[in-house]
């Protein structure tokens, strides 16, 4: 395993080195003025996780032996700042998260930033390539360890079984920020391309691997987020309506269908000094049309979390969170998909408590450990679990990460 991690880190950089034109000791700006505008940040994590069920695996084979260390990402990204309107942003993403994704290299984002507008008051500008999605609190800035609230996002905001699909999308993005006295205003609107080209989302959606392969089709996405006293109080507001076809191989059993997603997400934040409350709401519309009539169906999935963070000293903090998840919300015991299907009731929820330590060991490198006690299965992923009927309801979840950053 050490081998494989040092392999792709040596790999992750030549491929920076190729794309930037740099030689390694070229990295630091100081030495080449020409460069000034250049940074290359990068990260590496090692997770571990332990489920105590029958079958529910989460990040490989958590449930046997010893646990399951398939839980790796590792990211290297740099930006150019060539005029002071004008950016170029990138970052290479491998992530190895059991059979959901295997750990190759792929590219996270990349994309030009163009500002058109900047005064003291306001900022005005557009980006074009592959974007984050502006969803949530947490969407943007879920790939980088240091950066979340957890080893484990809130599942029923930020699934990690359909992670890509979320995640970003090849298109246009479009921002604007309004600063005032009485607060900072921010409105994003993405129009492109999401991501499906991988197995787990196509899974999520069809509940397995099929013949054929979804296509990405036209979609839209915006947020809107208020901010005061510089983001001590945080109120946020993201809607989407995500657009996915799909091409049918010869001889499917599937026709050429469509799903359309609408999930709407309510956030609120409050940051003092040595503790932050956080807690989103989200309904989520789907329609999956013309597939097959084992297949079509259209139904409002509802979630919601509420989280606290409590900060001990710069080096520790604590993290307590109540997760809830319900794929139907008129049917939130799952009781009426178990009569129409015969698959476990369970899998329909999911309410997660969770506890978890923040470790700080020095400024690049951070040790976290949390546990997780969970009732249903709903956010398990079906390629790590392809049998519902071999999941246990309740189960517990432990995680333990180390992460380091450059």
Do not use: C
Not at 160 to 178: C, F, K, P, T, V
Not at 322 to 346: C, I, Q
């Amino acid at each position: 395993m050490l081998n494989r991690l040092i392999i792709l880190i040596g790999s992750l950089s030549r491929v920076v080195m190729l794309l930037t034109g740099l030689h390694p000791s070229w990295i630091n700006a100081a030495e080449r003025p020409d460069l000034k505008g250049l940074q290359v940040h990068g990260f590496l994590s090692q997770g571990y996780i332990k489920t105590t069920a029958t079958r529910n695996d989460v990040f490989g084979d958590s449930t046997r032996g010893r646990g399951s260390f398939d839980f790796r990402e590792i990211g290297v990204n740099a930006s150019y700042r060539p005029l002071t309107n004008l950016q170029f942003s990138g970052q290479l993403l491998s992530r190895q998260t059991g059979e959901d994704s295997k750990g190759g290299i792929r590219i996270d984002y990349g994309f030009v930033d163009y500002t058109a507008i900047t005064t003291e008051t306001k900022e005005v500008g557009v980006r074009l390539g592959r974007t984050k999605n502006p969803f949530g609190f947490y969407n943007e800035t879920r790939d980088v360890p240091f950066t979340r609230p957890s080893i484990l996002l809130p599942q029923s905001i930020y699934f990690d079984r359909a992670r890509n699909l979320a995640l970003a999308s090849d298109g246009i993005q479009l921002y604007g920020e309004s600063r005032s006295d009485w607060g900072d205003v921010t409105l994003q609107f993405v129009t492109g391309f999401p991501q499906v080209d991988d197995k787990s989302t196509e899974a999520a959606i069809l509940r397995k691997n099929q013949s054929g392969d979804l296509t990405p089709r036209l979609s839209y996405l915006g947020r809107l987020i208020y901010e005061r006293d510089g983001g001590r109080l945080r109120l946020a507001i993201s809607g989407a309506q995500v657009n996915v076809g799909y091409d049918p191989a010869a001889k499917d059993r599937l026709s050429s269908g469509s799903i359309e997603f609408f999930p709407l997400i309510f956030s609120a934040q409050y940051n003092a000094e040595r503790w932050s409350i956080t807690s989103e709401y989200a309904l989520r519309h789907i329609e999956m049309k013309n597939f097959h009539p084992s297949v079509d169906q259209s139904f409002t999935g509802e979630s919601f979390y509420f989280q606290g963070i409590y900060r001990f000293s710069p080096a520790w903090e604590a993290v307590l969170r109540y997760d809830v998840l319900f794929t139907d919300r008129k049917d939130r015991d799952g009781s009426e998909w178990h009569a129409k299907t015969g698959l476990p009731s369970d899998s329909r929820f999911a309410k997660d408590l969770t506890v978890g330590l923040r470790w700080n060991i020095t400024p690049a490198i951070m040790l976290r450990g949390e546990y997780h006690r969970v009732n249903g299965t709903a956010w398990l992923s079906t390629l790590d679990n392809p049998d519902p009927a071999f999941t246990d309801r309740h189960w517990n979840l432990f995680a333990a990460q180390v992460s380091y950053r450059f």
